[in-house]
């Protein structure tokens, strides 16, 4: 018998794939002073 596989409660890569197809979304046509104002608003991400 194999080692026991613990089931995951959180998983990162599917949550980041995730997040990252949400923020193509939301900035998909954006203009470049449009994305730096985004990011601007969205600051708090870099800031954890």
């Known amino acids: 018998m194999g080692p026991r596989i613990k089931e995951k409660q959180f998983d990162t890569v599917k949550f980041f794939r995730r997040e990252k197809e949400r923020i193509y979304k939301e900035t998909d046509g954006m203009t470049y002073k449009e994305f730096k104002a985004y990011l601007a ?6 800031e954890k």
Do not use: F, L, M, P
């Open 41 to 46: 608003k969205h600051k708090k991400w870099a």
